[in-house]
């Protein structure tokens, strides 16, 4: 229990689901039998540091007991949780007499209790829970369905869970190979079978030459004078 608004640590705010956190606070037998919990049709998520947040819960289930019994009219606190927009409202509502209208801020301040007994810290230390959440408690102005006061926490939306989808992971490009050069074509030498084919095609074509010259010349005369 945190006895001064001093003491109070850091705020760590996570996704959580809020139906957890509620139902948590009837772990404790003295508060069990006297609580009734209105949930949503779907369940929420807020960003909130869940110690903290029952710590809230808590401070507003007590102070609406001892409203109840001072009023004498015995009943169930009764907490509901819907989401609005981009927030998150929880109403807490009890059975007592309500908040006068020029009480209804006095009664977040330190040490100021409209109860009979009472430290006067247990509403400052949740009204300062709920605006380090980034969220707010106040009062409504109208009276509750059960007849006492409304106290509401708001706080921010958180998206689902299930919702956050990890983004794809970039594919790396693979570089693709280097075209292959074309190399230029070495001439190649002649072997020695390509010699002697060219050494031995040569005179033969030589000799045709030469035979079919001499069968076409014309043969000498005898002119003998």
Do not use: M
Not at 107 to 127: C, D, M, N, Q, S
Request: without cysteine; aromatic residues 2%; proline residues 10%.
């Amino acid at each position: 229990t945190f006895r001064t608004l001093g003491q109070l640590p850091k705020v760590e705010a996570a996704p959580i689901e809020l139906a957890e956190v509620i139902e948590e606070l009837r772990l404790d037998p003295a508060v069990a039998e006297h609580l009734r919990l209105l949930p949503p049709g779907a369940p929420i998520t807020v960003r909130a540091d869940k110690l903290l947040l029952k710590r809230v819960l808590a401070n507003l289930v007590e102070n609406a007991l001892h409203a109840g019994q001072e009023a004498g009219r015995a009943g169930a606190v009764e907490i509901a949780w819907r989401r609005q927009g981009k927030v998150v409202t929880i109403t807490v509502d009890d059975h007592g007499r309500g908040v006068a209208a020029a009480d209804r801020e006095r009664i977040f301040e330190p040490y100021v209790t409209t109860k009979a007994t009472g430290t006067g810290l247990g509403l400052a230390i949740a009204k300062k829970l709920a605006l380090e959440h980034g969220g707010d408690l106040t009062v409504a102005d109208d009276p509750a369905p059960t007849g006492g006061a409304r106290f509401i926490i708001t706080l921010p939306d958180a998206p689902e869970i299930s919702d956050v989808s990890t983004p794809p992971r970039a594919s790396k490009a693979v570089p693709e190979p280097p075209l292959a050069e074309a190399r230029p074509t070495e001439p190649t030498e002649p072997t020695a079978s390509t010699a002697s084919t060219a050494s031995t095609e040569a005179p033969a074509s030589t000799e045709a030459t030469a035979s079919t010259e001499a069968r076409g010349a014309p043969k000498p005369t005898d002119d003998g004078a």
